[in-house]
């Protein structure tokens, strides 16, 4: 397999590398890329043509066939998917790039291994190892980007150890397989392949939601990493270099995401590990299992208690429900659900405190809920969520008691003393929907009964949730004084004309572009908006944050798709001086890169992590679908400025709503 | 071991050059340049050639079938889906973002 090289030769082999260096080079403009691109494409098919003139080749019927089904199955994914799907096609991709190194490798390996040299050998290895968990990288990652798998992350017991044995046990086969003999290797090349296939799957399954960018680019650099161990393996240059390319490429690109969300890349690889409490009182378990009594002595629910429980929904912000098998035993979730669904319409922050024990087995009432239809995201374990009672405005019992009884942890000698409970008490506000206020399984009484604080609804769940919910639909609006934020019709209208105003008078206007406005496909409304105000004569443009979208500069293509001229995309470093000489922002769909909490406090989960500095606009208006916080769970500060109005609800719709106005406003 | 010597160097210095290179690169470019390189990184067909430039094994026929078709999806795929996003970063002719 050695060639002679003449200098023609040589020549030819650099001028191909010259050719795809000078696409690389042309990227650094916007409107010269396409070209580079093209360029890039060319340099490659001249290196193959160069292979094919230089070696011919003895299976022309193999190649044609194969490059046909590879390059029309590419080219007609590459022309059907939407711009929003471009991250998960990529991370495909990648994967298909993994086989095809492995693969390689394979052949490679199994041609040479009698005369292969022992670095070449470690090299072929190596390339089996990263192609092949980069394969299996990239469909859980691509999987994930597209939504058919869960997007949050999935952590095993001692997910860590079982990376680390995974490791070392490619490890350990990579060096057998350089002294086994020649018969037994292609054994331990298929363990190699099989054992990274699922490093792959266990490295990335525990990487989730905000972290995908920074998975999607590593895998980008292994992709290349693996190139360029096959190129060492047969020893050609053409293939190191650009396998090595590709490697810095992805490094790079991993840093800047890790850089823009201020996590460091162990972090992201390595989360700090729930403990994932096993259910602590086993036999509470059996006790709940047990059949419940249909207590047919229902007292009737005081009218006086359900208004009080309306009051208490309406004045909330934040609640939290927190289902027993009481539910279950009722079929309540439906009502309970759709009582959820209608406190989250109302603006308030919703989320499910799910027990260990709550259910028939560990995670039975999850199930419970997902088959109604909940959200996981909204469902939170119990040393998640403990901590946020002390927050929480309302809290709504359906059919708990044990779980939710303080004499757990406040008196002794009892039969639940030291049971691990949710701390419902702790709330500014309770509501039980219980069939009856007498003690659950252990027999114990349950104090949070008569705290003055908790409101009661006795009856059948499913019933109390109903009417409560009935009760919250109707209640006028006009009796309520708080904040607005209760009412989502009225407020909408309210908070859309002071936003009008603002725009209006608006002379220099920023638009913030988050991932949110990508999921509800705004963006060519929000565009039309711009434009609009253009047209008024405002100056418009858009701060795009490193980290909008799911993978790097993905915000940028999302808005060149809808027309916007690349001129008008600003860069983060570039506009944030300017956010103090702005008339008005709208950020849509964007929320932990425009948290001011970033800056001011230490601690949280974004601390230090730059972000567009929209907090110094004259006026600030937020687009987003709800107020909660963002990926990072922090919550957002930015909503609670003076300066900010807030107009909440799909972001295609407020677009389309803040066009009209202004339009018939002119 | 110059063989040897001669391949790090390679890769060192592809590594160093491509470095400076994409570093310059706009953060507007990314995703339209991790779609490159990642086509880029199906330079892997041109080894598939070179495997196929002498008689091969059946197995190996296989197996380097499967490399190309996969390498040239990545190839086709990557370099068609780049140039499909580029073509959207577009620029008005004429003075932008005036305001008058």
Excluded at chain 1, 251 to 272: D, E, G, Q, Y
Excluded at chain 1, 300 to 305: D, H, S
């Amino acid at each position: 397999m050695t060639e002679t090289y003449s200098a023609m030769n040589l020549f030819l082999d650099f001028s191909v590398i010259g050719i795809l260096i000078l696409g690389i080079w042309l990227f650094r403009w916007p409107h010269r890329a396409k070209f580079g691109n093209l360029t890039a494409a060319f340099a490659l098919a001249c290196a193959a043509a160069l292979i094919l003139y230089r070696n011919g080749t003895q299976y022309p019927y193999i190649i044609l066939l194969s490059l046909a089904v590879g390059s029309v199955a590419g080219y007609w994914v590459a022309k059907r998917i939407t711009m929003i799907q471009i991250p998960a096609m990529v991370a495909f991709q990648h994967g298909a790039g993994g086989v095809a190194a492995f693969s390689l490798s394979l052949a490679e390996l199994m041609r040479g291994s009698q005369h292969l040299g022992m670095m070449n050998e470690i090299s072929g290895l190596l390339g089996l190892a990263i192609g092949s968990l980069t394969f299996s990288g990239s469909m859980i990652a691509g999987g994930k980007l597209s939504n058919k798998l869960g997007q949050t992350p999935r952590i095993l017991p001692k997910h860590t150890w079982l990376v680390m044995i995974n490791l070392i046990g490619i490890i350990v086969l990579i060096v057998a397989a350089l002294y086994a003999p020649a018969g037994s290797r292609i054994f331990l090349y298929t363990l190699i392949i099989l054992l990274s296939v699922l490093f792959g799957i266990v490295f990335s399954i525990r990487i989730g939601g905000a972290d995908m960018p920074v998975l999607i680019s590593f895998l980008n650099a292994t992709a290349g990493l693996a190139a360029a161990f096959c190129g060492m393996i047969i020893e050609n240059k053409l293939l190191i270099s650009c396998g090595a390319t590709v490697a810095a490429s992805g490094s790079i690109l991993t840093h800047v995401m890790c850089r823009a969300m201020n996590r460091s890349l162990f972090r992201v690889f390595v989360p700090v590990e729930e403990s994932r409490q096993k259910p602590a009182v086993n036999d509470e378990q059996n006790r709940v299992a047990g059949p419940v009594e249909k207590e047919v002595r229902h007292q009737p629910v005081e009218e006086n208690n359900f208004q009080k429980a309306v009051e208490i929904a309406r004045k909330a912000d934040k609640v939290i429900i927190i289902p027993g098998y009481g539910m279950a035993v009722a079929q309540a979730q439906f009502e309970v659900i759709d009582l959820s669904n209608k406190l989250l319409s109302m603006g308030k922050d919703v989320k499910f405190a799910i027990h260990p024990v709550a259910g028939r087995m560990p995670g039975h009432m999850n199930v419970l809920l997902a088959e109604a239809g909940v959200d996981y995201d909204m469902l939170e374990e119990m040393d998640a969520i403990n901590p946020e009672f002390r927050d929480t405005d309302f809290s709504l019992v359906v059919g708990a008691c044990d779980v939710v009884n303080p004499a757990a942890i406040e008196t002794d000698g009892s039969p639940i003393s030291g049971m691990p409970i949710l701390l419902t008490h702790e709330s500014k506000h309770v509501v039980c929907c219980n069939l009856d206020d007498k003690p659950g399984y252990s027999g114990v009484r349950n104090p949070l009964y008569e705290n003055s604080n908790t409101v009661l609804l006795l009856g059948d769940a499913k019933e109390t949730v109903r009417q409560l919910l009935e009760n919250l639909s109707e209640t006028s609006p006009a009796t309520e004084e708080s904040s607005g934020r209760d009412n989502p019709q009225d407020s909408k209208k309210e908070h859309l004309d002071s936003a009008i105003t603002a725009l209006s008078s608006a002379k220099k206007i920023i638009i913030i572009p988050g991932y949110g406005m990508a999921l509800a496909q705004a963006q060519f409304k929000v565009v039309e908006l711009a434009s609009l105000l253009e047209s008024m004569g405002a100056e418009v443009r858009f701060a795009i944050h490193p980290v909008a979208g799911r993978m790097p500069g993905h915000m940028n293509v999302l808005l060149a798709e809808a027309e916007v001229d690349y001129d008008k995309l600003c860069e983060m470093d570039e506009i944030n001086s300017e956010f103090s000489q702005t008339d008005a922002v709208l950020v849509f769909g964007a929320c932990d890169v425009v948290n001011p909490a970033a800056m001011d406090t230490k601690g949280t989960p974004i601390s230090g992590m730059p972000i567009l500095t929209a907090h110094d606009a004259k006026n600030i208006i937020v687009c987003n679908f709800d107020a909660k916080p963002g990926y990072s769970g922090v919550e957002n500060t930015l909503y609670e400025n003076p300066k900010t109005i807030m107009v909440l609800g799909d972001a295609a719709s407020t677009a389309y709503d803040l066009t009209d106005a202004l339009k018939a406003q002119n | 071991m110059t063989n040897l010597l001669l391949m790090a160097g390679v890769f060192l210095f592809s590594f160093v050059i491509g470095y400076f290179l994409i570093s310059r690169i706009p953060t507007l470019l990314h995703t339209p340049l991790m779609s490159m390189t990642n086509a880029i990184s199906a330079v892997t067909i041109l080894g598939v050639l070179i495997l196929f430039s002498v008689t091969s094994t059946r197995t190996e026929q296989i197996i380097g079938s499967v490399a190309f078709a996969m390498a040239a999806f990545n190839l086709v795929g990557g370099f068609a889906i780049t140039d499909r996003m580029l073509r959207l970063f577009k620029k008005k002719e004429g003075g932008v973002g005036n305001n008058d």
